[in-house]
């Protein structure tokens, strides 16, 4: 399918770069807000996002014109009855998305696919207000999305495959690169990462290692940022957010550590607000690196007053063998492929490519000596490290990863 013309529904954070990112493809989009002023300010940021090109000498003054002429900002939905794809970008409540649906499948034409960008609502659920739910889609953008590259494609139970297919093709063209979830909890990087930076902040509201410890010792392993670092700049209500949707869909295996509750009750929210784990010169303070302060001590020794944690021992494996478990679970559970899993790891969360992902990491360090490492911390930490039944299956056929030339890939 050839998409002539797009639609997105949303102009915030999300949907302002979304449109942005359409049109330096070359396609015209069409973006819907409620209010003039408010999508006039969505216009804004997308040409801001071409005037930083043209800043750095990769455009020139023209070309921002003639893709910004691409963008045409409306408050109705008139201009959408000729679009081939449309993504909603409202704010996360299921009941105005659902009410964003059955407009857009009023108002687009029959063979138009309809897509959210959510990051946590059921993609069938949405589909059920529409008359084609074959139609629907998530294409789940990560922030900001004309910088990151990953995109997560999810279908829902009722999803056609050929919709899988436009949805991927489309993302393809606009330079990105698709990874294709079926739909569960989290989808699939969110899945991936929660269980990480939990293990984290348990480890720092246990009082086995310090703040800075982790954050070191989970950079030395090649992650771009320390865990703490990058659960400021995410947020922490949105991180505790993800949390929820996780506990509900996995149960107890995801409960978060009481210190995420005992830092958002003290509005330490992250960079955005001028702390989180650590505390920053001003609020959105994007730049300078956070300082550890004394408040966070007390706030450590309250959520383990609250919430009594045996003192374990720090290791990074503790935060590297979940994200792993978590992996070869989505894994067993069809939600993704080997390949895809760490194309999101390396592309959604910054793992280094030369590394290869989450799974390939497991080959590197043997899926038997994984197998071994989940079991000790079973025993001294609980469930919540139970081992994914396919890794036993893996070690018991002797696919031990890079040792034997193949785990959860092939070695030759
Ligand atoms: N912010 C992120 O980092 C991020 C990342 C990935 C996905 N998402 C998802 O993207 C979606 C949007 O998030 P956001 O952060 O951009 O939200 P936002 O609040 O920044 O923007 C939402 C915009 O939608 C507009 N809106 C509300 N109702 C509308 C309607 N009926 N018609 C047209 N416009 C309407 C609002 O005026 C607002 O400008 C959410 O589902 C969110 O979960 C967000």
């Avoid at 939600?335 to 080959?363: F, M, N, Q």
Wanted: with cysteine; charged share 20%; hydrophobic share 45%.
């Amino acid at each position: 399918m050839y998409i002539y013309k797009a639609g997105v529904v949303g102009g915030g954070t999300m949907g302002a770069g979304i449109a942005q990112v359409i049109s330096y493809s070359g396609v015209p989009v069409v973006l819907k807000e409620v209010t003039p002023e408010l999508a006039d300010k969505a216009v804004k940021i997308a040409r801001s996002i071409y005037q930083g090109r043209v800043d750095k000498g990769k455009m020139s003054p023209q070309e921002l014109e003639s893709k910004m002429a691409l963008i045409s900002a409306v408050t109705d939905y008139a201009e959408f009855q000729d679009a081939d794809i449309v993504i909603e970008a409202v704010p996360e409540r299921m009941e105005l998305k659902k009410k964003v649906f059955a407009e857009l499948d009023r108002h687009c034409q029959p063979s138009a696919i309809l897509a959210s960008n959510t990051s946590a609502l059921s993609i069938s659920a949405l589909a059920s207000a529409t008359k084609r739910p074959g139609k629907v889609i998530g294409i789940h953008f990560f922030f900001p999305a004309h910088v990151m590259k990953l995109i997560e494609v999810i279908p829902g139970l009722l999803t056609a495959q050929e919709t899988v297919d436009d949805a991927t093709a489309f993302s393809e063209s606009l330079r990105k690169l698709p990874v294709r979830v079926n739909e569960c909890p989290g989808f699939l990087v969110n899945r991936l990462l929660m269980p990480y930076l939990n293990e984290a902040v348990i480890c720092l509201q246990e009082g086995s290692a310090a703040l800075s410890e982790i954050e070191q010792a989970m950079m030395a392993l090649g992650w771009p940022m320390g865990p703490f670092t990058l659960v400021d700049a995410l947020g922490l209500d949105v991180c505790a957010e993800a949390g929820k949707v996780l506990l509900e869909g996995y149960g107890a295996r995801m409960q978060p550590a009481r210190l995420w509750e005992e830092l958002i009750a003290a509005n330490r929210l992250g960079r955005k607000n001028g702390a989180g784990f650590f505390r920053y010169a001003q609020a959105a303070d994007t730049k300078s690196a956070g300082a550890e302060d004394e408040a966070l001590k007390k706030l450590i020794a309250q959520a383990q007053a609250a919430q009594p944690l045996q003192k374990g021992k720090f290791s990074p494996e503790r935060l590297m063998y979940g994200m792993v478990n978590e992996a070869v679970l989505s894994l067993q559970e069809n939600v993704s492929t080997a390949a895809d899993i760490d194309l999101g790891v390396v592309a959604g969360l910054g793992y280094p490519l030369e590394r290869g992902g989450i799974l390939h990491y497991a080959d590197s360090a043997g899926v038997d000596n994984i197998l071994q490492g989940l079991e000790a911390f079973t025993r001294e930490f609980g469930f919540r490290f139970h081992p994914a039944h396919r890794l036993r299956r893996m070690v018991a056929a002797g696919l031990t990863g890079v040792g034997s030339k193949r785990g959860f890939f092939d070695y030759a």
